[in-house]
């Protein structure tokens, strides 16, 4: 069933302007030895010690940006992608230092993106750069029998997509706990990562509890991929603790709300049509209910001007500051920015995350500005609740 769904998906992203030649001309190699930094050359050497960190059980470790680049926003409902112009724009991330990318099964044509994007790195950078490349996938299948063949084949689809003999990372979803299958999956996935067709193994969306049960299962887990924002802090109830314990680390998404966490929606009307900016966006409309949920729109709007004199003070953008924010927390490894490929970019926002340092003044008066809405995780449940009701 997944597979034939990746068939579809590749099927509708070749439709994606597969003619059109590429834009631009193979660039020496030589030209990037000095790339994949977070930085320029007048970076400090803490500040790009700062832009990566290694997740890591027992013998297996994938070391990434901190910051990683999601591709959801690929996968339809944010504009149209143009195939060209969005692995020009992947190539420049990655040659800011921006190298890690997260995509899934599901995201329209992100894998098949990143396959093309990857053999431009081979061709056009040279071997230090593309050790510095990283592509983190997710598999989300049914809750179906999982047998080693169906897991196998699943797994192989995203492997010929993304053009890899082994997955850096597969992150792996599962819909509906009272079907202990995903035990089962999990276990031939750790089969595939023993046959080098996957580097390092992962979650999304699991609780602590199921968390838990795995890792006594002795599945060698690295990280768990979940909603983490100034809005949405429950990671930090219960799930940290355990990741504390145990060395899993936490890979956050919604950390800048789809871009309700920025400028751009301070102070606006978003109640009268056209009079402020607009909720059209899957991703803006996901997480204005998150907003909802946690205490309205007015109690935000005094988050983002507490936000806002953080962001003046250091000379950064509100987005910067509510990730870096998250990024302190314990046990979290690396946050998760969307990229609007080929539309639009915010690379230099990015870079800026990784100088920005917050002083006792300013996680003072962010926590207590994010510590007036309601606790999200009475009203919703433990992380990835809300995608099991």
Not at 142 to 148: A, Q
Not at 264 to 286: C, E, M, R, V, Y
């Amino acid at each position: 069933m997944a597979a034939l769904s990746s068939h579809h998906l590749f099927s509708t992203f070749t439709r994606f302007n597969s003619s059109k030649t590429a834009k631009s001309k193979s660039i020496s190699r030589s030209s990037y030895t000095s790339f994949i930094r977070c930085a320029d050359s007048s970076t400090s050497t803490s500040t790009v010690e700062n832009q990566r960190v290694t997740v890591s059980n027992g013998d297996d470790s994938l070391e990434i940006c901190r910051v990683l680049n999601g591709m959801w926003q690929t996968s339809g409902g944010w504009g149209r992608i143009d195939r060209d112009d969005a692995v020009e724009a992947m190539l420049r991330y990655a040659d800011s230092g921006l190298s890690t990318f997260d995509m899934a099964d599901h995201y329209g044509p992100a894998e098949d993106l990143y396959g093309i994007f990857i053999n431009r790195v081979r061709r056009e950078r040279p071997p230090e750069y593309l050790e510095k490349v990283r592509g983190l996938t997710k598999w989300v299948p049914p809750p179906v029998k999982m047998t080693s063949s169906f897991v196998r084949d699943n797994i192989n689809v995203s492997r010929k997509r993304m053009d890899v003999d082994s997955l850096d990372m597969l992150q792996f979803h599962w819909w509906d706990y009272s079907n202990s299958g995903y035990l089962d999956a999990l276990k031939h996935l750790t089969d595939l990562k023993g046959e080098g067709k996957i580097k390092t193994l992962a979650l999304t969306n699991f609780d602590t509890e199921r968390l838990q049960i795995i890792l006594e299962n002795e599945i060698p887990i690295v990280s768990n991929q979940v909603q983490h924002s100034l809005v949405d802090m429950r990671p930090q109830q219960k799930m940290a603790e355990l990741c504390q314990l145990t060395g899993v680390k936490l890979i956050t998404y919604g950390t800048v709300m789809g871009g309700l966490l920025s400028e751009k929606f301070l102070d606006a009307n978003i109640n009268i049509p056209f009079a402020g900016p607009a909720i059209n966006t899957p991703s803006l409309q996901k997480y204005k209910r998150m907003v909802d949920a946690w205490g309205g729109w007015g109690l935000f709007q005094g988050l983002l001007r507490t936000l806002k004199q953080v962001a003046s003070k250091h000379g950064v953008s509100i987005s910067a500051v509510a990730v870096k924010y998250i990024l302190d927390q314990p046990a979290v490894a690396g946050s998760m920015v969307g990229v609007r490929l080929g539309l639009s970019e915010h690379i230099q926002d990015c870079n800026a995350i990784f100088s920005l340092v917050l002083d006792e003044d300013d996680v003072s008066s962010i926590r207590e500005a994010s510590g007036k809405g309601k606790n999200l995780l009475r009203v919703i449940g433990d992380c990835g609740d809300e995608y099991r009701g």
